[in-house]
C-alpha cells in the first residue's frame, strides 16, 4: 500500500482517524466556506461551466464485483473515489447511496459508480465479500497507480487532496462538479439543487 501512495502523490492519502487532512491552503479554504446553506455551488471545490468540462473517462480498472458497462450518457454520472482503508470513506458510503435514491424520486436520472483505489484485487475483493452493501455495483478497482496517476492529471486540481473524492459528470457526459473530502448529511439539500 505504502507504494501505491508514494505513485499517486498523496492522493489517496485518506485520514483514517477523525484528525483534518493534510495543510493544503486551496483544499481547507474551500472545506472553510461550506455550511449546509451554502449556495450550491459552494458544495463543488471545483465547478466548470455547462460544456467546459472535460468529458469523464475511467482510468485502466477492473471489474470489483461484477462485470460493467460504459458510463451512461444523458443521465448524471456520480463518480466516488475510495478505499477500503479510507475511513471516512465507508462511513459515507450508506449516505450517497441513500442520496442516489432520493435524487431519482425527485426526479434527477443519476447513477452512482464506485472506484476504489485500492492495490490488491483479492485484499478487496475478500472486503466486498464481507460487506454486501458497501460499493455495490457499477463498481471498479483500479488496475494500476500509475495508470490512475496520469489519469487523476486530467481531473483533480490538486493530487494531494485526500480521498474520498467525488466527481460529477452531466448528461453530457461533462465533468461539471468535484468534491473533495467527505459529504454531510445536510450536504443533500444543497446537492440536489446544484444537479437541477
Known sequence: MFLFLLLVGGLAACPTTEKAPAPNTRYQAVKATRTAKAPPEAWCDLEFAAGTGARLALPP?????????????????????????????????????????????????LDLWFLSLDEDADELAKFLAAHPDVAPAPSLRVSSPVDFKGWARAYLFDASAPIPIHLLAAPDGRVRCIHNGS????????VAAWLR
Open 61 to 109: 480498472a477492473t471489474p470489483a464485483r461484477k462485470p460493467v458497462g460504459a458510463l451512461p450518457v444523458g443521465r448524471w454520472v456520480w463518480l466516488n473515489l475510495w478505499a477500503t482503508w479510507c475511513k471516512p470513506c465507508l462511513r459515507e458510503m450508506p449516505v450517497i447511496l441513500g442520496w442516489r435514491d432520493r435524487l431519482r424520486q425527485d426526479g434527477v436520472a
Open 183 to 190: 459529504i454531510n448529511e445536510g450536504d443533500y439539500a444543497t
